[in-house]
Nanobody, 127 residues
Framework: VQLQASGGGLVEAGGSLRISCAAS????????MAWFRQAPGKEREFVSA????????RYSDSVKGRFTISRDNAKNTVYLQMNSLKPEDTGVYYC?????????????????????WGQGTLVTVSS
């Protein structure tokens, strides 16, 4: 599985940005997908995740109500729509994939559950 994140950039506080992650895999439906981020000098933290079908989503408390995760299984792509951005949202955003064991597999928030990672895309929010 290869993951390619894109769409990062510089945006003012209060603005919006959508980042994307394209997966090179034949069976995208067999993977739950997630976004994590890492700010300078900090550990990588969970942002959001979506189930294989798109029917279940999870968000960190810090982004709930501002960010929306979605996926297009026909395009093997997962998106993160980020609204009302804050300077503390600045960081490198990584997409990750976790192979599901069943259709009821949990949508994990722990980075250790994800075996495949993209290279990251930088999001900078200016104050």
């Amino acid at each position: 599985v290869q993951l390619q994140a894109s769409g990062g950039g510089l945006v003012e506080a209060g603005g919006s940005l959508r980042i994307s992650c394209a997966a090179s895999v034949r069976t995208f439906l067999l993977y739950n997908m997630a976004w994590f981020r890492q700010a300078p000098g900090k550990e990588r933290e969970f942002v959001s995740a979506v189930s294989w079908s798109g029917g279940r989503t999870r968000y960190s408390d810090s982004v709930k109500g501002r960010f929306t995760i979605s996926r297009d299984n026909a395009k093997n792509t997962v998106y993160l729509q980020m609204n009302s951005l804050k300077p503390e949202d600045t960081g490198v955003y990584y997409c990750a994939a976790a192979r599901i064991l069943s259709t009821n597999s949990d949508v994990d928030t722990n980075k250790t559950a994800y075996s495949y990672w993209g290279q990251g895309t930088l999001v900078t929010v200016s104050s």
